[in-house]
């Protein structure tokens, strides 16, 4: 059964670094996602991509975060510069189509920030 | 703004038994509410959908219903087994809002 992969499974990183996290959606998945849960929290959306570009953003995701998919079957999460609250489950999540429809999980980078 | 909540943050059951878990909603524009179940160190896994046409779909095990006029949500599990000890999430999305807005989950324990 095709599913969204994701790496690395842990990343540590000091505070100001830049860190990027990949994912590799389902391949004829045409939406993106990434949500992170805050350790005993919910899961919370950051930012939707089709098409090359952002559908939809929270406010959460600031000037700090972008997005990418640099070839056909990647899709990346850049965050320019860590700050110790960043420190999060990030997942990344894809669907066929937009709204209604299931959407795939990952199974997450664990980010600490130091 | 919109919010998703579940009643009790954790729930424990016998194995065997039937375990109901409630989720509530404040967004009446919601129309596809899915239920994820997220087991440790994991991420969050795809049980069962409803759209708000619907207020009942059954799937292996799981049942999920709909009460759009209370905009309450719930899942049942059927027969409750050691592996479905996990946290719950309820989520929902709306027209062309790709994201879905998640609960905050309800830990289920079942104990053998």
């Known amino acids: 059964e095709p599913e969204v992969t994701q790496t690395p499974s842990h990343q540590v990183t000091q505070m100001g670094q830049e860190v990027i996290l990949r994912c590799v959606p389902i391949s004829n998945h045409l939406y993106f996602y990434w949500y992170r849960q805050i350790l005993g929290q919910k899961v919370e959306f950051l930012v939707s991509f089709y098409n090359n570009e952002i559908s939809e953003k929270s406010e959460i995701f600031d000037d700090q975060f972008s997005v990418e998919r640099p070839d056909g079957s990647n899709f990346t999460l850049k965050i320019r510069s860590t700050k110790l609250e960043d420190s999060a489950m990030y997942f990344c999540a894809s669907s066929v189509k937009r709204g209604g429809e299931t959407q795939y999980f990952g199974p997450g980078t664990r980010l600490l920030v130091l | 703004g919109e919010s998703v909540g579940l009643h009790l943050p954790t729930l424990s059951v016998q194995e065997g038994d039937n375990s109901i878990i409630n989720c509530a909603y404040s967004?009446?524009?919601?129309?596809?509410f899915i239920w994820y179940k997220q087991e440790s160190g994991k991420g969050p896994q795809f049980i069962i959908d409803?759209?708000?046409?619907?207020d009942k779909r059954q799937g292996q095990r799981v049942t999920v219903l709909l009460n759009k006029t209370v905009k309450h949500l719930s899942l049942q599990i059927a027969a409750t087994q050691p592996g479905d000890s996990a946290v719950y999430f309820c989520?929902?999305?709306?027209?062309?809002?790709?994201?879905?807005?998640f609960g905050d989950g309800t830990t289920l324990t079942v104990k053998p």
């Open positions: 967004n009446s524009a919601s129309d596809y």
């Open positions: 409803i759209r708000s046409n619907m």
């Open positions: 989520a929902e999305s709306s027209g062309n809002a790709g994201k879905s807005t």
